[in-house]
Structure formats: structure tokens, C-alpha cells
């Protein structure tokens, strides 16, 4: 694989790698599947219960698990997973973009916004706020009216052909699911009137969220991490960091881990960001290969 910017692929990071870390190259988009790193005892971790709330009209998609508070790959929960009772975190709401000139990926780019149904409110995996229950509620039934009865994949009726666009996803929950609509190139075709108003709309009510949070906000921080091996063939680097774990020795494409307890908590002690630069550093594994390896705390619904 040619070796891609960690921030085309850690979008949410606001990373750039540079010097040892190497320039820009846009990475195509690409399925949720990646190179695994070897297993790390049991899966687990339960599902979020059912909101008990009416569905909302239409034929909008199911969000994946991994977005909406399913199973886990480290089996158990951190303080940033629960809520003041005690409870599971529910996702009730979300926004994603990905793709583009920079191919950011999916299964590697946080969400814009992630709300969860206590309040708390989480922008890019890095800034947080919390906002009263009424307020949760207006914005559900908000989003539930706006998404309500839309196709989940939706083509633009009007505007030009756009290449290298974003893909939008909107979700909220309904009736115990997260339904979702993805739209490519939403906000690029909006002087066109490309889509349907409603989405728009919907757009619309989750900006206003990322501009309260950007004015308010304080740092995201949680128990668990993404951690992100990419190979970097032909270049040097640093000595592995002893406990963060290696990729497996046949590994040649970006390797993601979920990380929990001990070893999140040495990923982000030992493994930093050039703080001039922004640079994520490059680590040569026992099997003397080099990674660039970066690292964003995971949301409660990941």
C-alpha cells in the first residue's frame, strides 16, 4: 500500500505528517475491514438497549454497531461509556462525513457529532459538552421529522456531477435503531437544491451543534483508544514502544486496534505527536518494520 497521510485517515485528529512522517497522499476510500493486529482475548460488550420510543416513518439505512453503541473489541466499558446512573451510553444521534479529495475513511474518521441520549455531546472524538435532557428530546424530534421518510441513499436531482465530494451520514434514533440517510456531496450541492430541504434541515441542526460546541466545549477524553499501525516501507524509525502492542508479522496494509485498561493507557503515555509539526512518529516493530502509528480516544458508541 503507498503510504497515505495518517490525517487523511484520522480526519478527526487535525493531524499532519510531516519530515520522517512524509507528505500528502490521498487515500482512496475503503471498507470497514482492515488488517487485523493479532487477537487480544474475548470480544464483548452489550448492545445499547432499546430507546422504547415510536419509529419514525421511512426507509431510512441501520447504522452499523460499531457506531451505535454494539459490541466492542475490548469487552468492557470506561467511566466515558456510562452515564451519572451508571449506565450504558445511548447514541442517539450522529452525524459522519468521510471520503473526499482525501479519501478520509470511515471506519478511521470520528464522527462530527455524537450525541448521546444523557446529554453528553462529543465532536470529533476530541471536544465535549453536555446540554440538558429537553434539549436531547427537541433535537431527536427534530432530526426524527427531517430524516423521517427518506430513502437511506439518496441520489442529488439537480447540480453538477461532483468528484472527490464528502458522504454525509445523518442518523437519530428511532424506536430503538439508529436509522440513517447518506447523501454524497450534501453540502456541495446545496445552492442546487440538490437534495430534499429536509436534509438540509438536518444538516443544519447539527452544524448549530458543532458551532455550540466549538464555542463551549472542554477535551474528550475516555478509558479506551484507537490505535493505527500504517507501514511505511523503506523508511527508519524509533524503537517499538515496549507495551503498545505490534501488528502481526504478515501485516502490509493500516492495522487498527480498540484498545482498553493497560494498553490504551501506554498508547497515549508513549506514543505523541510532534507538537511543532503535528507529525505522528514512526516506530520500527521486532519483526523490523516501520509504522507510523497514531491514536484517537473512541466514543462510548464504538
Not at 454494539?70 to 446512573?85: C, L
Not at 465535549?128 to 421529522?145: F, I, Q
Not at 505523541?272 to 507529525?279: E, I, N, S, V
Request: include cysteine.
Amino acid at each position: 500500500m503507498p503510504a497515505a497521510l495518517l490525517a487523511a485517515a484520522l480526519a478527526g485528529c487535525g493531524a499532519t505528517t510531516t519530515g520522517a512522517a512524509a507528505s500528502a497522499v490521498p487515500m482512496p476510500a475503503a471498507p470497514r475491514s482492515s488488517a487485523p493486529y493479532p487477537a487480544d482475548g474475548p470480544q464483548g460488550g452489550s448492545p445499547s438497549p432499546p430507546d422504547g420510543s415510536a419509529a419514525a416513518t421511512g426507509t431510512s439505512g441501520t447504522v452499523g454497531a460499531s457506531r451505535t453503541g454494539g459490541s466492542s473489541s475490548t469487552g468492557g466499558r470506561d467511566a466515558a461509556s456510562i452515564d451519572s446512573k451508571g449506565r450504558p451510553r445511548r447514541l442517539v444521534a450522529q452525524w459522519e462525513s468521510f471520503g473526499g479529495f482525501a479519501g478520509t475513511r470511515r471506519d478511521l474518521t470520528p464522527p462530527k457529532i455524537a450525541v448521546y441520549g444523557d446529554g453528553l455531546v462529543v465532536a470529533g472524538a476530541e471536544r465535549r459538552v453536555t446540554v440538558k435532557p429537553a434539549e436531547v428530546t427537541a433535537l431527536v424530534r427534530t432530526l426524527r421529522r427531517d430524516l423521517g421518510g427518506q430513502a437511506a441513499t439518496p441520489s442529488p436531482t439537480a447540480g453538477p456531477r461532483v468528484s472527490d465530494a464528502m458522504t454525509t451520514v445523518l442518523a437519530v434514533r428511532s424506536g430503538g435503531t439508529m436509522r440513517s440517510v447518506t447523501a454524497y456531496a450534501l453540502q456541495e450541492t446545496r445552492s442546487q437544491h440538490g437534495y430534499p430541504a429536509a436534509l438540509y434541515r438536518a444538516l443544519d441542526t447539527m452544524n448549530g451543534l458543532a458551532a455550540r460546541v466549538a464555542r463551549t466545549s472542554s477535551p474528550y477524553t475516555a478509558g479506551r483508544v484507537l490505535l493505527v499501525a500504517q507501514p511505511r516501507p523503506g523508511e527508519s524509525g524509533a524503537p517499538w514502544p515496549g507495551p503498545v502492542p505490534q501488528p502481526s508479522a504478515t501485516n502490509e496494509s493500516i492495522a487498527i486496534r480498540h484498545l482498553s485498561g493497560a494498553k490504551a493507557r501506554a498508547v497515549v503515555r508513549l506514543v505523541h505527536r510532534d507538537p511543532k509539526k503535528g507529525a505522528w512518529p514512526l516506530y520500527r516493530d521486532h519483526h523490523d518494520h516501520t509504522y507510523a502509528l497514531s491514536w484517537r480516544y473512541l466514543l462510548p458508541s464504538e
